[in-house]
């Protein structure tokens, strides 16, 4: 069977077969696989979900569908129009479950397509403010999601302490006889560690709280609709409790990069402080009057750290030899790593004008 075909049989799990049934590609993200799906009169998102990544596909989904009940429940009790396109629905299988497991062991799900909608790639000031508003807003109605805490999609996902253990194994082990070549850098890591643990410590002594987080606070991530309003918030599979510097120095990192995430120019990379302060005046709007100070003092903190984080995560996994994200050629988690080095290098140097910003957009 052709792989097109296999994505049929997989989609008519969950929607009445139909021969009118058009699957193609969606999207560009690192882990799951995403293929819009449409049958003429319904469109949906089809995605095969990475199973080395996220261990637990159950409880995985039973966040997904608690945390995307709640927004619904929400959104219908202040009586806001268009609440399909507000909100992700999963749609279940025939047999009502979450999620379908295929012969070859590969799970999928689908969820209705969001119509008139689009995510951005790229970034300007506007639609850093708008998506600020909307991460904002997205940990302010989960502030009270009733019953137990969510899972840990990826145990310790954006715990530091727990990164460098990781870290650290890796480098001893040195699986794929890399390190040679990467001893500075591994200085540079270790010369930061203690700092960047500081949330760990904050949160163990009772000053950081940990709130419900999206955990890949991404541009692309955000759906606009065609006036590049917010419709919705996208991609929930790390929805998880976290600190909230976690989402807004995520996003900084990746929406205000000068730069790619894997530039080879050097050059190219540095923080747009531009960026920086529309994202902290729009995710403030919403999130001033839930934050304590402490977590607002260190938001600025929360750039510095998730560019340190996945400067360690992409080091990782270029000394295990590129066990976890896609690449695209062989040395590309280690330009990753330099590229993610050089973004923390100009946060550090811009740190005071960042903390200023923020503490600015707060007393508004
Ligand atoms: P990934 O984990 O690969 O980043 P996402 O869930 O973010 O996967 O999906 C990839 C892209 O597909 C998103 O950036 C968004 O543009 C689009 N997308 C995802 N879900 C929907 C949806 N329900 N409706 C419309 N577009 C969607
Ligand atoms: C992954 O799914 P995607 O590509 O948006 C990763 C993030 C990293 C990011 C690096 C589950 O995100 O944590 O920050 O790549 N997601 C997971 O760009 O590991
Ligand atoms: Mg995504």
Redesign the pocket.
């Known amino acids: 069977m052709n792989e097109i075909n296999k994505l049929k049989e997989v989609v008519f799990q969950f929607i009445e077969q139909d021969e009118n049934v058009k699957v193609e590609p969606l999207g560009k ?4 696989d995403s293929y819009k799906v449409s049958n003429g009169d319904e469109e949906y998102v089809l995605q095969r979900i990475n199973h080395y ?1 996220f261990k637990n596909v159950d409880q995985l989904q039973d966040n997904i569908n608690r945390v995307t009940n709640h927004i619904r429940q929400k959104l219908q009790q202040q009586g806001v129009e268009d609440v399909e396109r507000r909100v992700l629905t999963l749609v279940p299988t025939h047999e009502g479950a979450l999620y379908h497991k295929d012969s070859e062991g590969n799970y999928w799900r689908i969820t209705k397509f969001i119509k008139d909608s689009k995510s951005y790639e790229e970034i300007n000031s506007d639609l850093a403010y708008r998506a600020g508003m909307a991460f904002g807003e997205f940990q302010k109605s989960l502030a009270d999601l009733p019953g137990k805490p969510l899972y840990e999609t ?1 145990p310790d996902f954006h715990n530091m302490e727990a990164r460098l253990k990781t870290f650290r194994e890796s480098v001893k082990a040195d699986r794929a006889g890399r390190l040679e070549e990467v001893a500075d850098l591994v200085k540079e890591i270790e010369a930061r560690a203690v700092d960047m643990c500081k949330p760990e410590q904050l949160h163990r002594e009772g000053k950081l709280p940990k709130r419900i987080n999206h955990c ?1 606070t ?1 541009v692309n ?1 955000v759906l606009f609709d065609e006036n590049d309003q917010v419709l919705c918030v996208v ?1 929930l ?2 929805v998880m409790p976290g600190y909230v510097l976690s989402d807004f120095g ?1 996003f900084i990192r ?1 929406g205000a990069n000068t730069g790619a ?1 894997d530039d080879k120019n050097l050059d190219n990379v540095s923080v747009n402080l531009e960026i920086f302060e529309a994202y902290a005046k729009g995710y403030l709007k919403h999130a001033a009057s839930f934050l304590t100070d402490i977590e607002t003092e260190n938001l600025a903190f929360g750039a510095k750290l998730l560019t340190y984080m ?1 400067t360690v ?1 992409f080091f990782t996994d270029y000394i295990d030899g590129d066990v976890y ?1 896609k690449i695209a050629y062989p040395e590309h988690n280690l330009v990753r790593t330099k590229a993610q080095f050089k973004l923390l290098q100009s946060l550090e140097e811009n740190f005071d004008a960042m903390q200023q910003i923020v503490m600015k957009a707060a007393a508004k």
């Open positions: 993200g690192h882990i799951n990544v990826i890949d991404k991530n991609d599979d790390t995520d990746t995430e996945q995560r994200y």
